[in-house]
């Protein structure tokens, strides 16, 4: 095994043992990155030099956590004090050399401060790989250019697209990404990789760039639920009553199966799929009750766009006034309220979703979570699709947390994901499920295998 | 009158007709601030050579907008890229000159990049004057020096201390803050402005330190509804179906009246002046309609209390991990959970909160907004205190705008705050209610009359 196709939990306990050094294991990251990125496209920016020194800095130290010596991946709407941010969007190009700005993109500014997941991460001794390649504003307009490692005539998904592929491809172990609609889950699927959207709140999205203050998330990536939870322990938000209530084995989850009123959009093979891991989890003595949400939730997806487009009507304002010529038309039309979203409309849909999560945990109640896809089916060919987040939209509404495991896969051997989803603020134990879950499965595979 | 005594809308009009300059309105908030911050003590940072040179370019320039040439105070929780952001917190003192960060303050950065609603505010050609006091992190720990300008041995309220100052010592004509429990309300109400908290995430928080995301708002101060209109109206917010309902004349208003579960805690002579206001605005022709909260409501200030402080168990996390002798104990408390919060507890307070959102905006239903007080009483005694935020709380839990108009006065003649609250996303037609109230009350009073 090369040491790039390390878990993070697998490198970082060697590093713990005095047996690697992070400089090594950024080293082979980056010879990774080297060798592929042509064919991947993960990385918006990245400065190996800054990397290797951040790593002879925590090799010199005493471990500071878990983390110390593990680089990390950043969707590049999430600002770095040490490396520039500019969205995939040309109003932020040049940031890095203009540290006043520059007449063209007056709003482009020099990098300075960490986002305060970035500080967390940071603090605790992980390295600072790079930033990775995003739809532009993690919202729409610009495509990245980030391949599939699995087939590269497909997308890994979006908007999270180079974080999604970077830890699929063994470029890094761990990455960041943000979710509004769909966007951490559903490049874990077509990737597959394990991803997690918390409940929103939970983790600060200071220092991200906003779309819609309603669903913005951050996203965790790993290729292991011991890596996910590597991450999301940076935050230390174990809960009191966790200990009292713990995860029993595999074979005592109760978990509930959620088909969604939009199952009908899944492709057969994903169907399939689904399917087949409910014979597999019930025959490894998982109890399987239903846990299907009634009618009022059939319009989730569609109150969860009106919120996710009333958000655009400010987040884009900026850069419409500063330099609206290097602002896609399409931010300019969220802008202006192309939905025609009134008062009365919005808060009938902030009030019909609030409803829909009060409904959803009541139907959890007892449960471990709920059982379904992360993604219609398998990543669709093409650069300029995201494919579609039917599965995730109102996940996100919802606010709940939701872990995507690569443990299902289509006839042709791409990934699709199996979606685990729990009650707002019970992300540990959800993972903690997750983790019992996918030792029911087969060992994750790799595109490099 | 004296220049730095004009309103922004004032002080515009007259740039619009070139018999004013920005520089020459800058440099008289200067003098003025020269000549009272010895007592006042509302800013945190200030650089009058570059306040002036910005006035000086926008003279040179066609005029962006209303707020051409136009001087802000901004709390110092808010990002700018020319002055240093320090939140009056240990951990980020420094950051002007220790451009990689110092070894004893490792998260403090220079000034780089500006929050969201600075960067809409200077691309409209907004001068950005200075950073205004604040509680430490807008939270708890260290106290603002700042004075109240009616009584300089009282305070002005908090946590937007330095803009609630600022703005009613003529020093700036508008600030913004930010409201979390009470912290925009309550300084406009203890420091006789007008202060607005706007429908939660209407204005994007990006860039402002976070505290608690289902509670953080950006807030406004100007000295006239007109100039809470001018700001108000710099993110291009109207609604679709407003000239359908436009606000009548003041005779016209009908208005809930809302004295809210806790009005036993308003002291009587505050009590009084609301009733005699009442009075006032019927004889003035005003339909006033009872406006009760149910029983429901009566916890709403202990559900924020929850939502909020369990904000605190991530918020304060990258400077517990970076530099915990810096952090005051306040913030490590609540890091550690200190009401021992169970995620269904706030699952059930976050739910409790949304049915009572319902039920409010089901009362406000037909009517123009909802009057109440602003805060319990005068700004209390002592720098050591910010007063009591109990009729703050639970609209900031709610979600809904609100604006406080500088109208009641108690026997002493210290100013009180009458509150006028809408439905969510109704912001630019509750101003205009509010200008409408406003007509029928004296013109506004100012510490130097």
Redesign the interface.
């Given at each position: 095994m090369d040491v790039w196709q390390w878990s993070a939990a697998e490198a970082g306990a060697r590093m713990a043992q005095g047996a690697l050094t992070s400089e090594a294991y950024v080293r082979a990251c980056l010879e990774r990155i080297a060798q592929r990125e042509g064919d991947v496209r993960a990385w918006a920016h990245l400065d190996a030099d800054a990397a290797l020194a951040q790593a002879r800095a925590r090799d010199r130290e005493p471990r500071r956590s878990v983390l110390h010596g593990i680089p990390v991946g950043l969707k590049d709407v999430i600002?770095t004090?040490d490396l520039p941010t500019a969205f995939n969007s040309p109003v932020y190009e040049g940031g890095l050399s203009a540290a006043g700005g520059n007449a063209a993109s007056p709003?482009a500014?020099?990098?300075?401060?960490?986002a305060?997941c970035v500080?967390?991460l940071r603090?605790?001794g992980a390295v600072i790989l790079g930033k990775t390649q995003t739809l532009e504003f993690a919202c729409g307009g610009r495509f990245p250019p980030t391949r599939n490692p699995w087939d590269e005539a497909r997308t890994p998904g979006g908007s999270s697209s180079g974080s999604g592929a970077a830890v699929a491809d063994g470029m890094v172990p761990l990455a960041l990404g943000t979710q509004t609609g769909g966007s951490t889950i559903r490049p874990a699927a077509f990737c597959g990789v394990f991803g997690m959207k918390p409940t929103?709140?939970?983790?600060?999205?200071?220092?991200?760039?906003?779309f819609a203050?309603?669903l913005d998330t951050v996203g965790l990536y790993g290729r292991s639920v011991d890596d996910l939870l590597l991450l999301w322990q940076a935050?230390?938000?174990s809960?009191?009553?966790e200990a009292e209530r713990p995860v029993g084995p595999a074979r005592a989850l109760r978990l509930g199966v959620c088909r969604t009123p939009n199952w009908d959009q899944a492709e057969p093979a994903a169907q399939q799929a689904f399917e087949g891991a409910l014979s597999r989890l019930s025959a490894a003595g998982v109890t399987l009750l239903p846990c299907e949400l009634g009618p009022e939730h059939a319009a989730i997806n569609t109150w969860q766009d009106e919120i996710m487009q009333d958000?655009g009507?400010?987040?884009f304002?900026?850069e419409m006034?500063?330099a609206p010529a290097l602002l896609h038309e399409e931010f300019q039309r969220k802008?202006g309220?192309h939905l025609?979203?009134?008062?009365?409309r919005?808060?009938a849909a902030?009030?019909a979703v609030?409803r829909c999560?009060?409904d959803f945990?009541r139907a959890l109640d007892g449960l471990d979570g709920a059982l379904t896809l992360s993604a219609p089916g398998v990543a669709p060919v093409g650069l300029h699709t995201q494919g579609l987040a039917v599965f995730n939209r109102l996940w996100t509404a919802l606010q709940v947390p939701c872990v995507s495991l690569p443990v299902l896969w289509s006839p042709e051997g791409l990934p699709l994901g199996l979606q685990l989803v729990g009650?707002?603020?019970?992300d540990g134990r959800l993972l903690e499920a997750a983790a019992r879950v996918a030792t029911l499965f087969d060992p994750p595979r790799h595109p490099w295998n």
């Open positions: 600002r004090r709003l500014f020099p990098p300075a401060e960490d305060h500080a967390v603090a605790l929103w709140g939970r983790l600060p999205f200071d220092g991200i760039k906003s203050a309603h935050w230390g938000l809960e009191p009553d958000g009507r400010s987040a304002r900026p006034l500063a802008l309220n025609g979203l009134t008062p009365a919005l808060r902030l009030d609030a999560r009060m945990e009650p707002r603020y019970e």
